[in-house]
């Protein structure tokens, strides 16, 4: 009888396709993920050849500099969170390959041994049953659907984060630019507050300005200085924030493409164009229907797996007596106490709780592009007004400059026009940022690219 036991023992090991352990140990802060290269071939290959269902290939070329697009596409192949985030689709094909997968049939086999009484004659008893559950044949389709669905939704999701990600380095491309053009008239702007003090310190010390006059001189020139320096800060916070974003290292240089300028996102569809079959781009909203489709699947499994267990096998014993038997078995579970109901009841709740959050982000989607649209209105009316402005404090300066040459006007007055041109420079690149903000905030908000033209370069 021990043969039969090792039969069944090789039988198993034979049958069973184990799959094997190998350890995967983290890395140390020095070793972990290697920074991208901006002039790697393979950054130029999966630029070429991205899929994703917003974004499009484009010819990647650094040698001129980076692009906004070209930040975008590099954002999705190389930043470490979305590398992190796309390893979810392993997880949800392997669910949905676990879905379709039917139950293992259970092989049994017990040995009895005559040991007292009337022994003569009798043999050592055996019996060997195959059992195979049927239920799981009643809900694999709606597990596999769901299953499915699932895997859709996270396909959706990450393509969703992609998205994000891909608009996150556009913007901090532009602020970065932004951030730039501030630095430089914040320099200027310092030079000449400190070309203002030589002039007042050269009339203080000839007995012509007052040392009330050099004292907020001195302030001036102090307070561009800190102007200066929060504006060198400022460019410095964008430009980590782009690298970080592009999966660079924090010392890495990004060079800008020449002949970049600030979108103005003049020519905007109106705020119902963009709400209008927004729930068909949006990504998110996408995903959160594929996932409302999963967990319909998931109340179908479950309504489904009410049916009771059932399992049916062959068997084949002898008892002691050494009488050979073959015949046939059923297992029926009783539905007397549990009939699936708290997995069902559990199942429609999270049906509704995924139906409630995709009607609400809905709505929640509908008013943010509402009020970007009205925020994006006010703030290209307040760049139009400092634009406006702009060339009249220009023309004064240039006319205080040659009047102070030609001795009808001081220097001072010069200074003090060309300060508050620079003033208005720096107000109008922060709308302009503003806006940029409000731009690519309403190309996530609709899940589309808008149109924009370049805003007015200041001279």
């Known amino acids: 009888m021990v043969q039969h036991l090792v039969y069944i023992m090789l039988a198993g090991l034979v049958l069973s396709g184990c799959a094997s352990y190998h350890s995967m140990p983290l890395p140390s802060s020095a070793g972990g993920s290697k920074p991208v290269s901006l002039n790697d071939t393979d950054i130029k290959i999966q630029a070429e050849e991205i899929h994703h269902p917003v ?3 484009i010819d990647f070329n650094y040698l001129d500099g980076l692009s906004p697009d070209e930040a975008a596409i590099l954002a999705v192949i190389a930043n470490p969170k979305l590398k992190a985030a796309r390893e979810k689709k392993r997880v949800a094909s392997g669910q ?6 039917l139950p293992n049939p259970r092989l049994s086999y017990d040995m009895e041994f005559p040991t007292g009484g009337d022994t003569a004659g009798t043999v050592t008893a055996f019996g060997v049953r195959l059992d195979w559950a049927v239920r799981s044949l009643i809900s694999r389709g709606a597990r596999m659907d769901a299953a499915r669905h699932d895997a859709k939704s996270v396909s959706l999701e990450i393509a969703w984060q992609e998205w994000q990600v891909a608009e996150a380095a556009k913007l901090y491309l532009y602020r970065l630019m932004v951030a730039d053009k501030q630095l430089a008239i914040a320099e200027d702007a310092l030079a000449g507050q400190r070309e203002s003090h030589k002039l007042i310190k050269k009339g203080f010390n000839l007995g012509e300005k007052t040392s009330i006059q050099l004292s907020d001189a001195d302030s001036a020139v102090r307070k561009s200085e800190l102007a200066m320096l929060a504006a060198r800060q400022t460019r410095e916070t964008e430009r980590l924030a782009l690298n970080q974003t592009l999966g660079l290292s924090p010392e890495q240089t990004v060079n800008l493409q020449k002949g970049l300028a600030i979108p103005g996102f003049d020519d905007l569809p109106s705020a119902q164009k ?10 998110d909203l996408l995903a959160l229907r594929a996932g409302y489709q999963s967990q319909e699947a998931k109340v179908r499994a479950a309504v489904k797996s009410q049916f009771p267990r059932i399992s049916i096998g062959p068997s084949v014993g002898r008892d002691t007596e050494n009488v050979d038997t073959a015949g046939f078995g059923v297992n029926i579970e009783l539905p007397f106490f549990s009939r699936n109901q708290g997995n069902i009841a559990i199942e429609r709740a999270t049906r509704q709780q995924v139906f409630d959050e995709y009607i609400a982000r809905l ?13 994006v209105e006010s703030t290209r009316r307040q760049i139009d007004a400092v634009e406006r402005s ?9 006319s205080y400059k040659q009047a102070a040459k030609n001795g009808t006007a001081d220097y001072l007055s010069y200074y003090g026009t060309l300060n508050e041109f620079h003033s208005r420079q720096i ?6 940022g503003k806006l940029v903000d409000l731009g690519v905030a309403l190309e996530i908000a609709s899940g589309r690219y808008l149109p924009s033209r370049t805003a007015s370069e200041v001279k």
């Open 55 to 57: 974004i499009e290939p």
């Open 96 to 101: 949905l390959l676990q879905a379709g997968l």
């Open 274 to 283: 963009l709400i209008n079959g927004m729930e068909s781009r949006r990504l």
């Open 363 to 375: 709505s929640d989607a509908r008013f943010e592009i509402a009020k970007m649209f009205a925020e």
């Open 390 to 398: 702009l060339p009249v404090l220009r023309k004064l300066a240039q």
């Open 427 to 432: 107000e109008l690149f922060t709308l302009q």
